[in-house]
């Protein structure tokens, strides 16, 4: 696994690019332990998530399938608790685990080689790693009724046109490309602590009444308001500039979730 640092942009290239960036118990410990390190980073602000072959994700090993080896106890939803924005580039096939990695990342992107599928009932499995839950969450129960029942591929457009994917690439560029650009333009304009509070709002208010997530809200508002970013943006839109917001101290960011 392989991370290479565009200014405040992370990029994680993960797979053996010989193999078509395909899973493993040991690459998926991997993976987790950067997150760890690039979430305490404090010169990182957003992470862009890829394979290292043309591929996103073929799916897993060979191996990992019949191998009895314990999977990493932090569990297939450890990307979703990490306090910054991780962003899924997918070119190429995406297919099993690979669909599920994709969809633990807040926002997606495809390009026109993307190519896509649950890959459970193909192979004699059931819908694993969180992939039935995030799927009815993201694009509603008869669309993932649909991929996970027939298990058919979809390309870019049409994950796109469902609202798997959040952006689709122009025509000739890749995912990558666009998911690159979209994680430079959010680290140069966004609060680091903002985006850390609105991640964890996001994951934590799938549960419960919209009273309740209101409440929790005014909250969240009353202990983020202090000094820091907002003060900083404020003083920048008198001043008639643009706010230049900190980098993302967790200590504080722990202190405002509280």
């Known amino acids: 696994m392989q ?3 565009r200014g405040p942009v992370a990029l994680i290239h993960f797979g053996n690019p010989e193999d078509r960036s395909r ?18 980073d404090p010169t990182v602000r957003v992470m862009v998530l890829t394979g290292a072959s043309a591929d996103f994700c073929a799916g897993p090993e060979l191996d990992s399938l019949t191998s009895p080896a314990e999977r990493d106890p932090r569990g297939d939803d450890f990307p979703r608790t990490v306090a910054k ?15 599920s990695l994709a969809l ?18 193909s192979v004699g499995l059931v819908a694993e790693h969180g992939v039935p839950w995030l799927l009815q969450r993201i694009c509603g129960h008869g669309t993932a009724a649909d991929l996970l029942l027939t298990d058919r591929r979809i390309d870019g457009e049409e994950a ?7 952006y689709l690439a122009d025509e000739g560029t890749t995912a990558l490309d666009h998911a690159l650009a979209l994680a430079a333009t959010m680290a140069r304009r966004l609060s680091p602590l903002s985006l850390g509070v609105i991640k964890h709002q996001l994951n934590a208010e799938c549960v419960g009444d919209a009273h309740d997530t209101v409440v929790r809200g ?12 907002f003060s900083e943006a404020m003083t920048a839109l008198r001043e008639g500039r643009r706010p230049t917001p900190a980098a993302l101290d967790l200590a504080v960011l722990r202190d405002v979730l509280a």
């Open 160 to 166: 796109w046109r469902l609202g798997i994917a959040q």
């Open 218 to 229: 005014e909250h969240l508002v009353q202990r983020i308001t202090g000094p820091g970013d």
């Open 104 to 121: 633990m990342c807040d926002l997606r992107v495809v390009s026109a080689s993307t190519r896509m599928s649950a890959g459970f009932a």
């Open 23 to 40: 899973w493993s118990h040991e690459e998926e410990t991997a993976y987790f332990d950067r997150l760890v390190a690039l979430e305490a």
């Open 3 to 5: 991370v290479d640092h």
């Open 85 to 99: 924005p991780l962003i899924a580039a997918i070119d190429g096939g995406c297919h099993g685990i690979g669909l």
